[in-house]
């Protein structure tokens, strides 16, 4: 909750600071508005002055026809207009606003996403750019004509007769004054609202993404009463917000009833008394109930605007981070020589690496090994470059890591990740995922993975289309599937993240083959539980709570590192059979 | 079934507004009586607010014109009376009519979740997770938008519409059927247009679900896109979507648009027709200047919350767009059904046994091939086989996941369908391949819809985990049992979930426990671990162990080798090794 405080307190530019490079349209817009309203304005005075012509005997039909007709059709015609540049201006601010996240976004690091939270950056360019759009959709216009029109109606009331006219006025602040009222006492629920549908939706997502796993443990009835505890909150929410309101339209309404009554008691008085005409007196009761309508609608209409306000801090806060800038300009190749300087990796108080060295030399087999959260996954996260070091250096070629051009150190370090990363594209795009890949090199990707008779199985071959989390296939096909998307790249440095996990043994025997083959002088750095299928790598690095215990090649390890040995015995009984 | 909700068969489509309308209306069944006093309230409140034109006209004919000050006081104060008791009956109208929408939104939020927790993972598989979770949380929210906002405005403007309308036929019929033939036309002009304004917001609704599954996608692979330096991907694969979802929402808003000015044009003729009609008849003798003062007020309460509906209407077009996505969901009900197995009850029945099974998943090929075996109480079965050759797919199959295409599955002798999923469930235990993980802590990931052990104080729950040799697991976690857990376990490694997923699943004590790749990314000492601790179950559990890992099923009685959707038993662990080291890949 601090950043957001924070946040608030800087000040950021107001939310009509969006409107800027629109201010054509929204003058046209305004304009619209304006002249629409502005016409409204004048059918009462069209009517009274009918009534009144009647009354004092010269009333002519046709002037009236004419003139009545053509205002109207010239307020249909402006009001038309208007919604037409209501719809262009908001879904243009809207859909600019989302391209300009959406680059920030694919703009920043990967760290920026995690601690973002992904699920946050969604309401933001969903939820928040919506009430964004609803503000310029709805806020702008109609604030401008209702005040036009409240200034307007006002004038015209005081023109006629400024007695009863002020008396009518009154109801303004008396209605204002309730709205303000409700609205500081409503605004604190809105802000539990929004909470708890934050709530509910994270009971519906997490019900979705666990489906399999509640469905295996009939846990369906549990996830129903979570969901309904924040279903039931809203509702008492929702009431607690209605109640309020249910006090204001009944004010609101009787204020400007008792308005009507002044008009009748005083204006019945005035036309008695000869002051007043009867046709003024009847435009008087038209603009009362003209008068009405915008108070209302600048009520809601600043609840619209005070939380396109929020909605906009927010997407401030991704706007105005700092962004990932591309500092490194090396592109040259990589030979494969790595080295790591007392690198540690901290995430506050919590240490997932702590001061690693190590070497690798180009075209170098290397293992990591060591047991659950040991900070495996985060090692090979740091050699791509993906989390940054909080000390130490990672050296490619002697040269820093963020010295290297991305796309040029991406198109050569392949990466193959441990959880199974389908996107809903075809089998093709998912393997030629980096736009530099040739056919050639895709076809070579594929026989490489083991994955041409399994393509060739399929009745669309590479253009066969993978369902979201790749849940049509299995498991093991996923993972070959990700690693020929590394291969794919042509990559000079290959790190795997415990690629054997889901492979059958032939399978991985055939692959690590084919990749001997197929990449020759490929720098292989590769997170592994078994020992026996890297025990004649160059080197094998253990890791243990953070920290590298010990490093060397097989024989070595074993005579100089017990918790290896212990490793390597807990896998003894069945090594024979790995190979 | 076909649970496809993008490729549903077009007559389950409902377009018409007044089937929809219909369907809606059924939720609001229970709250009749509510309805029936909010009703109540919003005509003593129409009726006293239409009264007041009346009055007001009455008063100028009356006393005005005729320059009697004492009457219009008398008026004024009648008027007085009756705005007050409006006022009452305004607020109970706002209150009763505003808890309906609530309570109904309430209900039906709960019902579409309720529905969805009945269907089967095949609904699942087969939906993409941002679709539906734009469905439930977006289309659900318009619907409250419509319900908890405009339901209110809704009932209160045809309310005070109809009284007007009735106001303007009693009070002079010819000049009241002239006012009007106006709202006639817009009354033809709404219901000719509607489908089509629908069907325009039902486009926009679409390309908007698949844009936050689209911003889905991208942002939780983000990885990915980095490690690949598909940055470009991200942004190209977005713009497409924005750029859809951009067409057609500027196709709905124009669409929404047309109501309002059209509205605006034939509430200004119909004013015009007042004044013009009613002037002509005030020179036939048949009208008074005071009965037109007040009748250009019917005419504006009549033509104002009609304009007021133009409005509404979009926003009720908007939620039954919206109403029709939720009711696809609605409408799909679960396959797996309980049946009655009427077979005998045979001795000492085996604890699980496929007979002639054959399953494919909707759509696709048939994935086993006619699989018949059966495990016996207390003993540990290996599943082998080559990735892709249908292990994981059996294991469903045994855990009713899916039900086969035919053959039976029978569960202690019994059709397995014939079990209620309570009883299922607790008999057996599943640890899927990929773990998940409810946000929270690890304490409550572990006791996951655990009746059991649920109010174990951590205390007793450490003594529980020890007795299980549970407890070393829980040294990879800072904070034990109270490490906390991210939405979607970000923050933990892939081993760690296991380590939890393992845990939740043997504190339930299932009867037949099945491991798929559950150990995968856990290394080789805690798998021993694990190994130990499942070695440590009572001696009547049932094992089943998918592993690539030979160490993990060297321990097994019997080892059966699936490849290409068929199941042979492989005999002993060493003839297992041939065929997975040297057999032909058939896949």
């Known amino acids: ?579 | 079934m076909n649970y496809n909700l993008n490729s549903l068969p077009a007559n389950e489509v409902k377009h018409s507004t007044w089937g929809g309308l219909k369907s809606l209306l059924k939720l609001v069944e229970q709250e009749r009586t509510t309805i029936v006093v909010a009703v109540c309230a919003i005509l003593l409140n129409s009726t006293l607010n239409l009264l007041g034109p009346f009055l007001i006209g009455m008063t100028i004919d009356k006393y005005i014109q005729t320059k009697q000050y004492h009457g219009v006081l008398v008026f004024s104060g009648i008027l007085f009376a009756m705005y007050s008791v409006a006022f009452v009956s305004s607020y109970f109208q706002t209150n009763l009519m505003g808890g309906v929408g609530q309570r109904i939104i309430f209900e039906l939020r709960n019902s579409i979740f309720n529905k969805i927790q009945q269907l089967p993972v095949a609904f699942f598989n087969e939906n993409k997770a941002g679709d539906l979770i734009s469905r439930v949380n977006n289309d659900t929210d318009k619907l409250s938008q419509f319900f908890s906002q405009s339901l209110m405005q809704f009932i209160g403007s045809i309310v005070t519409m109809i009284g007007a309308g009735i106001f303007l036929l009693v009070i002079n019929i010819e000049l009241g059927i002239a006012t009007l033939v106006p709202a006639l036309i817009i009354l033809i002009f709404t219901r000719g247009i509607s489908p089509w304004v629908k069907s325009r917001n039902a486009l926009n609704l679409k390309s908007t679900g698949s844009m936050s599954a689209e911003i889905q996608e991208s942002l939780n692979n983000f990885k990915v896109i980095i490690a690949f330096n598909r940055r470009d991907y991200f942004k190209k694969r977005f713009d497409i979507a924005n750029k859809e979802n951009y067409r057609t929402a500027i196709g709905a808003g124009l669409a929404n648009n047309i109501f309002l000015p059209v509205f605006g044009l034939f509430s200004s003729i119909a004013q015009l027709t007042v004044l013009s009609f009613g002037i002509y008849l005030i020179t036939q003798g048949d009208f008074s200047v005071g009965l037109l003062v007040s009748y250009l007020s019917y005419a504006t309460n009549f033509y104002n919350p009609l304009r007021q509906l133009a409005s509404l209407w979009t926003s009720f077009q908007v939620a039954l767009a919206g109403w029709d996505r939720i009711s696809q969901i609605l409408s799909l009900s679960n396959n797996l059904v309980t049946v009655f197995d009427h077979s005998a009850e045979e001795e000492n029945p085996p604890l699980m046994e496929f007979r002639n099974v054959h399953f494919g998943y909707q759509g696709g090929f048939e994935i086993l091939h006619n699989i018949s075996f059966s495990m016996q109480k207390g003993k540990t079965y290996a599943l082998v086989g080559p990735t892709g050759g249908g292990k994981t797919t059996t294991a469903s199959v045994m855990a009713r996941l899916y039900d086969p295409l035919q053959g039976t599955v029978l569960l202690k002798g019994r059709d397995i369908r014939s079990y209620s999923d309570q009883e299922r469930a607790e008999k057996i235990g599943f640890i899927l391949q990929e773990p998940f993980l409810f946000s929270g802590t690890v304490r409550e990931n572990i006791l996951y819809s655990n009746s059991r052990y649920h109010h174990f104080t951590n205390q007793q729950l450490m003594e529980v985990l020890e007795e299980a040799k549970l407890e070393a697991l829980l040294h990879t976690f800072d904070q034990g049992l109270e490490s906390p857990v991210e939405s979607g376990g970000e923050s933990l490694s892939i081993g760690q979930k296991q380590l939890i997923a393992f845990m939740r699943a043997v504190l339930r004590k299932p009867e037949l426990l099945i491991l798929d790749e559950a150990t995968a990314n856990i290394d080789t000492i805690t798998e021993k671990l694990l190994g130990q601790i499942l070695d440590n179950l009572p001696e009547e559990t049932t094992l089943v162990v998918i592993a690539h890992r030979l160490n993990t099923i060297e321990n097994a009685d019997d080892i059966y080798f699936i490849n290409s959707g068929e199941v042979t038993p492989a005999g002993s662990f060493k003839e297992a090794v041939d065929k997975l080291m040297n057999g032909k890949r058939l896949s």
């Open chain 1, 1 to 579: 909750m601090k950043p957001d405080v924070t946040a608030q307190k800087k000040k950021s530019p107001g939310v009509f600071s969006l409107l800027k490079p629109y201010s054509l349209m929204v003058s046209l817009l305004v304009l619209f508005a304006l002249l629409s309203n502005g016409l409204n304005l004048w059918l009462p005075k069209l009517i009274g002055g009918g009534i009144d012509a009647f009354n004092h005997g010269n009333f002519a039909y046709k002037p009236l026809l004419i003139k009545f007709t053509a205002v109207s059709f010239i307020i249909f015609l402006f009001t038309y207009l208007q919604g037409i540049v209501q719809t262009y201006t908001s879904e243009r601010v809207a859909r600019d606003l989302r391209t300009r996240i959406a680059l920030k976004i694919s703009e920043q690091s990967f760290a920026f996403i995690e601690k973002a939270n992904p699920s946050k950056l969604l309401t933001n360019l969903t939820s928040d750019v919506d009430s964004i759009k609803l503000f310029v959709a709805q806020a702008i216009a109609s604030i401008v004509s209702s005040i036009f029109i409240i200034i307007g109606a006002s004038v015209l009331l005081l023109g006629i007769n400024w007695k009863l006219g002020l008396t009518t006025i009154a109801i303004i602040p008396i209605i204002g004054g309730a709205f303000y009222i409700v609205m500081r006492k409503v605004k604190s629920l809105f802000k539990k609202s929004r909470e708890v549908i934050d709530w509910l939706n994270k009971v519906i997502n997490e019900s979705i993404l666990g489906s399999a796993l509640i469905r295996v443990i009939n846990s369906q009835q549990l996830e129903y009463d979570k969901f309904f505890d924040a279903s039931n909150r809203a509702k008492d929410i929702g009431l607690s917000i209605l109640r309020l309101f249910g006090w204001l339209i009944p004010i609101i309404v009787f204020t400007a009833n008792m308005a009507g009554l002044t008009i009748l008691a005083l204006g019945g008085h005035y036309v008695i008394s000869g002051s007043m005409t009867i046709g003024d007196f009847a435009a008087f009761n038209s603009y009362l109930a003209l008068l009405i309508f915008p108070i209302l609608v600048i009520g809601f209409m600043s609840n619209v605007i005070a939380q396109a306000t929020a909605s906009f801090g927010r997407i401030s806060q991704v706007l105005d981070a700092q962004e990932f800038t591309e500092t490194g300009q090396l592109t040259s190749s990589l030979s494969g020589r790595i080295e790591l300087r007392n690198v540690s990796v901290s995430y506050g108080e919590k240490a997932a690496l702590k001061d690693i060295s190590f070497r690798v030399t180009p075209g170098a087999k290397i293992a990591v090994i060591g047991p659950t959260a040991a900070g495996k996954t985060q090692l090979l996260y740091l050699l791509t470059g993906l989390i940054p070091a909080t000390s130490g250096e990672i050296l490619y070629d002697g040269n820093p890591i963020v010295a290297y051009q991305a796309e040029s150190f991406h198109s050569q370090v392949g990466f193959v990740f441990q959880d199974s990363i389908m996107f809903n594209m075809s089998i093709r795009e998912n393997i030629a995922f980096s736009d530099t890949v040739t056919d050639e090199s895709l076809e070579k990707a594929i026989a490489t993975a083991e994955l041409t008779d399994f393509i060739a199985s399929l009745a669309n071959g590479l253009n066969t289309k993978v369902s979201e989390r790749g849940l049509s296939l299995s498991g093991g096909q996923k993972q070959r599937i990700m690693l020929a998307r590394a291969l794919a790249v042509d990559p000079k440095i290959l790190l795997l993240d415990d690629f054997t996990a889901r492979v059958d043994p032939q399978t991985e025997s055939k692959i690590l083959a084919n990749i001997n083959r197929n990449y020759r002088g490929l720098t292989l750095i590769s997170v592994t539980q078994k020992i026996a299928a890297v025990q004649h790598y160059q080197q094998i690095i253990l890791l243990m709570q953070s920290e590298m215990l010990a490093g060397g090649t097989h024989q070595e390890l074993m005579e100089s590192s017990p918790e290896y040995v212990q490793i390597f015995n807990s896998q003894q009984s069945t090594s024979n059979y790995e190979l």
